[in-house]
C-alpha cells in the first residue's frame, strides 16, 4: 500500500476518513452480487474486514431469508463454507430492502434499515441506466451525507454521459466519497506494475522512448459472452475492457514517478497519461466478431457489436513520444491470459554473427497478470562454440499467489475503509473516454474471426512494422 500524504491533499474530510458503518448493496439479487460480491464479502467477514450490516436492496419482493438463501448458494459455488461462524456471521448481518428504484418509498424503507448508521457506503451493483436514479433518490431522502458512493463500471458508454454521470454524481457525493470500481485495479499482479516500476531503480533510465520500440497489451479470453449477451450488445468490447482494464494497464506503465507519497499524486499522474493520449482514429482500430456470437441469448441477429478489438495507440508526452502502444482483447480466442510485452530497441549495430536471429525480437520484459502474476525479461546469451551467436533467453521472477485477496475482497474493504487508492478519478475517467470517443461515433464494421482463433487477420496489419503480435504464453522455467 501507498504511504500516504495526510496534509497537502485536502481529502480528508470527515466523510472520508471513518469507516462506513453499514454496507448497501443495491443490485444484490444480480449476478455480479452473486459471483463475485458474496464470495468477497465471506472472506472479509473470516478476515475480520466486515463487521457492519449488510444491507441488500433489489426490485423483487423478496424476504431476508431469501436472500441468506441466494448468499449461501453462491458462495458454495465459489469454494467451500470452511468457517461456519463466520459464514453464520455474514448470514445474520444481512438485511432486505425490495422495492422500486423510482419510488421515494424505497428509499425511506432503507433509511429505517440503516438505523443509526452515519456512514453508510452505496454500492451500486445495477445497470448503469439507474446510477442517477438511485444516486439522485439516495440525496433527495437525506441518505447521502457523511456517506459514501461505490459505483461499478461501466461508468458512462462515451464521454458525455460519463460528463453527465459525473455531474449527477458530484450533486449528491463530493468527489472522495465517490468510489469508482475497476476491479483490474484489485489486482495483485497489476499492483505490482506500479511496484516494479517504483520500487526498482534500474528500469528507469530505459523506460522511455529511447530505448522501448513498442509496448503490446494482450487481454485474451477462451470463452464467450455466456449468459451476458444482453448486456454485450450495449457494450462490445472496446468498452468493457479496453477503456477501463488495459487503459488502466496502460497508465500504470506509462505515468510519471509521482512526485509525492501519496494517492493523489499517483491519480493526478495516471490521469496525464490519458490526458497525453492521441485520440484514436478509424484506422488506428480493428474490430471482430466471433463466430456464432449473433446466435447467443439476447444477441441481435444481425449485430454488429465486437466480441474483439485491436488497437494503436500513441501517448503525446515527453517520455513515450514515437512510441506504439497496441492493444487487444477478445472472447473465443486461443487461451484465457493477460499479458504485456514491452519490446526494447536494437543494439545501434549487429556486431555479432547472428544472421537470421535478427529475426527474434529485440530484447523485452515481459509481464504475465493473468492467470498466474510473473515478470520475464528476455536477453541473449552466446551459444558455447567459436562463433559469437546467442540465443534469446527469458530470466524470470515467479511470484506465488496463494493467499492474496481476490480484487472484490481488496477493494471493497479498501473503500469501506475510506482509501480511495484503487478507484479511478473523475477527470482519468473522462480523458479515457475522450480517447476512444470518436471511433465508438462511427466504427468499421466488425470482421468475423474464427472460435479458437486469434482474432481477424485484419488486427496483424495494425502491428506489422513493430514484429506482430506475440501471444501469451506460460512462464516457467521448463518454457525456455
Ligand atoms: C469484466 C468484463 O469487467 O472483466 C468481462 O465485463 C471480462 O467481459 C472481465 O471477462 C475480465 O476480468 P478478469 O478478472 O476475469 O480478467
Known sequence: MMRKKTSTEGSNTPHHKAAADALVIFGVTGDLVHKMVFPALYSMIKSGVLRIPVVGVAGSLWTVGQLRKQATHSIKQAGKIDDRKAF???LSQLQYVGGDYHDPETFKALKRALGSARHPAYYLAIPPALFPTVIENLGAAGLADQARVIVEKPFGRDLMSARTLNRVAQSVFPEDAIFRIDHYLGKEAIMNLLYFRFANLFFEPIWNRNFIASVQITLAEDFGVKSRGAFYESAGCLRDVIQNHLF??????????PAYQGLGAVHSEKAKVFQAMRPLRIGDVVRGQYAGYRQEIG????????????LRLFIDSWRWAGVPWYLRSGKCLATTATEVLVEFKRPPQSLFDDGPSSRDRANYLRFRLSPASAVALAARIKRPGKQFVGDQRELYLLEEMAGSEAPYERLLGDALAGDGTLFTREDAVEAAWAVVDPVLKRPRPAQPYKRGSWGPKEADALIAADGGWCNPRLIDASAV
Open 88 to 90: 453464520d456471521r455474514l
Open 248 to 257: 488502466q494497464v496502460v497508465a500504470l506503465l506509462a505515468m510519471e514517478p
Open 299 to 310: 444477441v441481435a441477429k444481425r449485430s454488429d457489436v465486437e466480441t474483439y478489438c485491436a
